[in-house]
């Protein structure tokens, strides 16, 4: 599974939310996000362009892999994700696994989602919260094989137009969080 999205950056959140509604996109709810993420210990994530996290969807944990990006505009990279309760429930068992294998917090980020479907589509848009950075939006479509990432990058490209959306970001907030001058 590859996870195709593009982040932007929002200055007025009511304007896209009206947007979404204009397209009919049915808000499918908020989510808080707790996610700790994780050095490995003998090689750079920040090099590799890798990603290891726990993450807590409104207190529930699932453990995430993300791979390094593949060549494009639009970010594109391999995704693995799983759940860790009911047998964690609170994630704590992975976290200790993690450390003892010698893998390393980094740092946390914490944010409101708000979740939108768009109909007709496998399209996902979300507006973030994010504490110490702001508000920002992604939209986002899996891709179930390779076949399927172009047809992913052109309809989250047409949609960010329709929606307004013109700030890219191309930093994760993990990246944004580590470059904050107070860490």
């Known amino acids: 599974m590859f996870e195709v999205e593009q982040k932007y950056q929002v200055e007025k959140r009511l304007a896209v939310e009206e947007r979404l509604l204009a397209f009919n996109a049915k808000i499918i709810g908020q989510e808080v996000h707790e996610d700790v993420y994780y050095s490995h210990p003998s090689r750079d994530f920040r090099e ?5 996290r726990i993450r807590k969807v409104n207190g529930v944990p699932m453990v995430t892999y993300k791979g390094p990006r593949m060549p494009s505009k639009i970010k594109v990279r391999k995704e693995l994700e799983w759940r860790l309760d009911p047998g964690d429930a609170r994630g704590s068992q992975m976290a200790e696994l993690l450390e003892s294998l010698g893998f390393g917090k980094v740092a946390a980020v914490c944010k409101i989602r708000d979740v939108y479907r768009i109909p007709n589509s496998e399209i996902t848009v979300v507006l973030d919260q994010v504490d110490g950075l702001g508000c920002f939006a992604e939209i986002e479509r899996i891709a179930a094989d390779e076949a399927q990432i172009e ?13 307004g959306l013109e700030k890219k970001e191309s930093r994760s907030y993990l990246g944004m969080i580590l470059e904050l001058p107070n860490r």
């Open 151 to 163: 047809l992913a990058k052109q309809a989250i490209e047409e949609l960010e137009s329709r929606l």
């Open 48 to 52: 590799s362009g890798e990603a290891l």
